[in-house]
């Protein structure tokens, strides 16, 4: 495991026995369309998530999904099924390595892509 999986599964052991089957059920299809608002690693913006496919991009709502990839993750990972597990774990990476790649100089952001 790299630093990611092991920063995600110690923080996120309890959540998933503190929620019902729905709650957990709702959390997947949130990471789902997450991960479906998330440019290709082919493209320009490779990593980046906007708000809907064609949307607004900015790094506030970006970090805040890509949040939501490592607990969509963490779900996964609770329950052994490690292929979805993995998609998630390496989106959240695309996603935290376009924030890297898109960070200014002097440690900012633009407030739009």
Known sequence: MDAISLEI???SHG???SLSAAKVRALKKSGDYILSCQEPSDSKNAGAIRWFK????DPWDHTEAAIGLAIASSLYQRENDLASTDKFIQASKQAFKWLRNTQLEDGSWFSNY
């Open 54 to 57: 064609e949307g607004k991009l």
């Open 15 to 17: 959540l998933h026995h």
């Open 9 to 11: 599964s110690s923080h």
